[in-house]
């Protein structure tokens, strides 16, 4: 098993940055696939990012890159995203993910989410 927690979700203004962590206990995460997804009201959750556990390799959405960067730290075994440049149509309710595969789809472990609402 592995647990995942958010944090660092909340109310930013247009333009502004957030940093998202994720932290992660239970099994070693070394041959883990860490992403990062969001979901809309209204919509369907949507792959935003992921990174390789080892060796750091990551992906991201069209929609974020550019803004959002993925990364981990391996000592605190934790997962970050930090979003810059923020839309409002990156409001969502974030969530951590981990997977055995190098995906953006079929995650086995997931977080219990973060919210993040982008307003003026």
């Known amino acids: 098993q592995v647990q995942l927690v958010e944090s660092g979700g909340g109310l930013v203004q247009p333009g502004g940055s957030l940093r998202l962590s994720c932290a992660a206990s239970?099994?070693?995460?070394?041959?883990?696939?860490m992403g990062w997804f969001r979901q809309a009201p209204g919509k369907e959750r949507e792959f935003v990012a992921r990174?390789?556990?080892?060796?750091?390799?990551?992906v991201y959405v069209d929609a974020v890159k550019g803004r959002f960067t993925i990364s981990r730290d391996l000592a605190k075994n934790t997962v970050y995203l930090q979003m810059n440049s923020l839309k409002p149509d990156d409001t969502a309710v974030y969530y951590c993910?981990?997977?055995?595969?190098?995906?953006?789809?079929?995650?086995?472990?997931w977080g219990q989410g973060t919210p993040v609402t982008v307003s003026s």
């Open positions: 993910a981990a997977s055995t595969r190098w995906s953006s789809y079929g995650y086995d472990y």
């Open positions: 990174i390789r556990w080892s060796g750091g390799s990551t």
């Open positions: 239970g099994r070693t995460l070394s041959s883990y696939t």
